[in-house]
């Protein structure tokens, strides 16, 4: 699997530094150069078709990206559940959201809530996402390691608190 490994933790940005803005997408979907984040502004909606048109959104290769995820989560997980939150798709089975399919600029964001509890660990700490969620930045679709991806995507909807319900005790 080629994933791109984060070197340094992210800084945040201070007060006196301010953000480039991204602009909105020209006609054909491309990304503007200047775009620093993600590729979506999408308004929070739970369910199948605010995902669906939130992908379709995507410019290539990060719809095509994010198509393969979306269908390797419903081919390997029951009782799938799909939201569009933070400008990114949200996918979980149970009692929560386990894990995300974010479009950003040069790539797609798949981050697994509580991923530290997975194993392997995915390589990627994310910024401002939880201490504990990992996940990889794949550019195309030859990153995707689909045996791989589907073993975490079925770990982390098995864990409580995450994807189960705890046992009553």
């Not at 400008?87 to 959201?97: H, Q």
Request: glycine share 8%; net charge positive.
């Amino acid at each position: 699997m080629v994933t791109r490994k984060t070197g340094e933790p992210q800084r945040a940005a201070t007060a006196s530094v301010r953000k480039p803005t991204a602009k909105r997408a020209p006609a054909g979907n491309a990304l503007p150069e200047t775009m620093n984040g993600k590729a979506s502004q999408a308004k929070a909606a739970v369910g199948d078709k605010p995902v669906f048109a939130y992908i379709a959104s995507l410019p290539q290769p990060q719809r095509d990206i994010a198509e393969h995820i979306d269908r390797l989560a419903a081919a390997s997980l029951s009782g799938l559940l799909r939201s569009v939150k933070w400008g990114m798709a949200y996918y979980g089975v149970g009692d929560g959201w386990c894990f995300s399919c974010g479009a950003f600029a040069s790539h797609v964001k798949l981050m697994f809530v509580n991923g530290t509890m997975l194993d392997p660990v995915p390589p990627v700490t994310p910024v401002a996402m939880g201490k504990a969620t990992r996940g990889v930045e794949l550019a195309s679709l030859d990153d995707i390691d689909e045996d791989q991806v589907v073993a975490w995507m079925r770990q982390i909807t098995a864990k409580p608190g995450v994807g189960k319900r705890p046992a009553k005790k």
